[in-house]
């Protein structure tokens, strides 16, 4: 069965550092992979990563995949307080349209 | 760029009830559509998704249909509500094509009492 994992769970820092959020992902043909951030509302997209390895920035947000590990990481660099939400990763594959996402990872910036 | 309408924003039921819960897309044709639920601090489960006009594939068997009168129309119903089928709703629409991300609508917040 297909599934995507992230981790941690949670975690609280404070406003300035630098943190790192992963998600594993057993996708049955790997097509893509998505992260979207969540405050109160619907998920807004971030990146997409495929098997190509290509790194993905937007300001202080960066991701990449690694199809050896069948893994991402999300690294947020000097934290903001808006930057707190939670972070979700999902796992699509060749040939369905279906996408499958993880439990998210819940970050909160302390000021 | 599409934009996703969703309606009601949110809605109380008892019960019992019927639920009828409405998607439209704009700025695209023949999108993926999808309805997600999220239950509070989860993530995100697959109801429904659709390549078409009358085209639905159920993921999970539950109290729940889905129909898509419209090519950019995505219904989410149900005759008999039961207290398990409170969450958030989501709806998203994906552009053809390999590697299209999908975009979410701003959600429905339903309470079943």
């Known amino acids: 069965e297909d599934k995507v994992v992230q981790s941690p769970l949670s975690l609280v820092v404070h406003e300035g550092d630098t943190v790192t959020l992963n998600c594993s992902y057993e996708?049955?043909?790997?097509?893509?992979l998505l992260w979207y951030k969540q405050e109160k509302k619907a998920p807004t997209f971030l990146f997409m990563l495929?098997?190509?390895?290509i790194e993905k920035k937007s300001g202080r947000l960066s991701s990449i995949l690694d199809k050896k590990e069948l893994s991402s990481i999300l690294n947020i660099t000097a934290t903001q307080t808006g930057d707190s939400a939670i972070y979700l990763c999902?796992?699509?594959?060749?040939?369905?349209?279906?996408?499958?996402f993880g439990t998210g990872t819940r970050l909160k910036v302390l000021a | 760029s599409q934009t996703i309408h969703q309606w009601p924003a949110t809605l109380v039921q008892p019960v019992g009830s019927p639920l009828s819960l409405e998607c439209t897309v704009e700025?695209?044709?023949?999108?993926?559509l999808y309805w997600y639920r999220q239950a509070a601090g989860r993530g995100l489960q697959l109801l429904f998704y659709?390549?078409?006009?009358?085209?639905i594939s159920s993921e999970v068997p539950q109290n729940l249909s889905a129909s898509r009168p419209q090519d950019r129309q995505f219904i989410l119903s149900s005759k008999k509500l039961l207290l398990s089928d409170s969450g958030f709703y989501l709806c998203?629409?994906?552009?053809?094509?390999?590697?299209?991300?999908?975009?979410f609508g701003p959600g429905t917040r339903l309470t079943v009492l």
């Open positions: 999902a796992g699509g594959s060749e040939g369905t349209y279906k996408y499958i």
């Open positions: 998203a629409s994906e552009p053809r094509g390999r590697y299209n991300e999908q975009f």
């Open positions: 996708v049955t043909n790997f097509r893509s």
């Open positions: 700025g695209t044709s023949n999108p993926n």
């Open positions: 659709s390549v078409g006009i009358g085209q």
């Open positions: 495929t098997s190509s390895g």
